[in-house]
């Protein structure tokens, strides 16, 4: 079987896990759990090149063969004929996946308030905070000592807040908005059926019966590879989550109340 594909990344902790168990209800769709897919493409083009057989005798449809190759294969043993590919990273390799593929690919991009994102680091970091130290901690004591420390180093561009920011604006730089269709975590929690309608328009696909009172989780991960506990579980039931960053981030959101540049695109 030849696949279709789509694929799904944005912000972390901006619904993308909930989003994926909520598509899998669709028995056309296969949403996945963070896919190492796009890494192995990654590496595989950054290796072609570098091939002396290659650069001897440059042959970019072989690349695309493989590369499309590879995408296929990899969910060669799944039955049903979409593809929902969840990683951030395909953001950053859109020219590659559309060479790829051979046509324009299509993004889910879920983006929330960047105060609640950082917020929602805030309260993983707490509640991980009693049995240990998360990943890069040791190497940041400092610092992990406040809350302002704390988000700036979410924030930057070599960690999980800052990096996906900053591809999700180079690629609407590089002209690829058209190929995102954003979805807001406050719109899918407060209006599921709105936004799912929303999102089946952008994908051409034919609307499904989605149950929000009961979204069973059937994408896992081991997260203590994230650094921390419980980061990919979900809530059953879809309900409007209000913010909380007043109260657990207080004056330090303030340099973050214009970062959401989504809400005007």
Not at 131 to 142: D, M, P, T
Not at 149 to 175: C, E, H, M, T
Not at 188 to 208: C, H, Q, S, V, W
């Amino acid at each position: 079987m030849e696949h279709k594909f789509y694929f799904l990344g944005g912000m972390p902790r901006s619904g993308s896990t909930l989003l994926c168990n909520v598509l899998a209800q669709n028995t056309r769709f296969y949403a996945t759990h963070t896919s190492g897919c796009m890494d192995v493409c990654f590496s595989v083009r950054n290796q072609w090149g570098n091939r002396i057989e290659h650069k001897a005798h440059p042959n970019d449809p072989a690349l695309q063969r493989v590369l499309q190759g590879i995408l296929q294969s990899y969910y060669a043993d799944i039955a049903e004929p979409v593809i929902i590919d969840k990683c951030r990273g395909w953001v950053s390799l859109i020219e590659m996946t559309e060479f790829a593929l051979g046509e324009p690919i299509k993004i889910l991009v879920p983006v929330r308030d960047v105060r609640d994102i950082l917020t929602s680091f805030e309260k993983l970091w707490r509640e991980n905070a009693k049995a240990g130290q998360i990943s890069g901690e040791q190497q940041n004591y400092f610092d992990f000592q406040t809350v302002a420390g704390r988000i700036a180093f979410w924030s930057r561009k070599d960690q999980p807040v800052g990096l996906a920011y900053n591809r999700i604006q180079d690629a609407i730089a590089r002209g690829f908005r058209d190929r995102m269709h954003f979805v807001h975590f406050e719109e899918l929690t407060a209006a599921p059926n709105d936004t799912m309608k929303k999102i089946y328009r952008f994908l051409g696909e034919e609307p499904f019966p989605h149950n929000f009172e009961h979204v069973r989780q059937v994408t896992t991960e081991d997260d203590s590879v994230h650094g921390f506990k419980n980061l990919h579980k979900i809530r059953s039931q879809i309900r409007s989550q209000p913010s909380q960053w007043p109260e657990i981030l207080g004056k330090t959101a303030d340099k973050y109340a214009t970062a959401s540049f989504w809400r005007s695109l």
